[in-house]
């Protein structure tokens, strides 16, 4: 699809991955930044072009509808949206590690939220001849990650809902849907579980999704992902010992 003159809706777009992708992608589009803290969208902001600020919460649902008819009346259109907000525990299960409390948070961030934003913006991105909806999942929505159980889970869910959109979609629009798969990357979000010292730069993850949406690849498997789909995932117990080794 053409990557020029776009206007791109980034959730969680004030750091890591988020960031990348409008720093990518400001130039030649209109970017709106999206997330709950005010300051670090302003402060992420400051030096790129072509990029906009809306304060507001997704799992919050009047913030979604504010956020709606923000982007409606300000700026009249969108034809990519990027749901890459998430939320993350890192801990294993127990009786006593609040699973249902962590899971839940989760799946509001991560399944749920990505949904509401979905059905919410559908109508704006529905009048253009080309739009997009990118879905930032993860390696652990293919292979679970013992340290991420409940994250995991959530990831898994938005596989498998990316999946049926883009058939369902397809059928009926002009909008591509794509799945953003990173492994560790190197962001404060995933610092308590190595990101600093182990995972790629946000910028590769960045590169990698402009390439697929240029080429229209669908399911954009970065890194270490893909290794792991190709080599491990024909056998799940087999990738689960591997990546959890």
Known sequence: MNITNNTILITGGGSG??????????????IIIVGRNKEKLDAAAKDLENVFTIQADVTNESDVNRLYEEVKTTFG???????NAGSAFVYT????????????????????????????????????????IVNVSSIVGLVPGAYLPTYSDSKAALHSYTQVLRYELAKESNIKVFELMPP?????????????ENGIPP?????DLVKA?????????????????????AGTEGAFGAFNA
Request: charged share 20%; no cysteine; glycine share 4%.
């Open 17 to 30: 991955i988020g960031l990348a992708i409008a720093k990518a992608l400001s130039p030649s589009n209109k």
């Open 213 to 233: 949406l240029q080429e229209n690849i669908y399911e954009v498997r970065v890194g270490y992902t893909e290794l792991l789909y190709q080599n491990f995932f």
């Open 203 to 207: 910028s590769d993850v960045a590169n």
């Open 93 to 132: 299960l127990s009786e006593n590690s609040d699973t249902y409390g962590k899971a839940f948070a989760e799946f509001t961030a991560n399944y749920f939220a990505p949904i509401r934003l979905t059905e919410k913006f559908l109508p704006l991105l529905k009048e253009h001849n080309e739009a997009a």
């Open 184 to 196: 560790l990357v190197n962001t404060d979000f995933s610092a308590e579980i190595g990101g600093k």
């Open 77 to 83: 259109e969108l034809n990519i949206l990027i749901n």
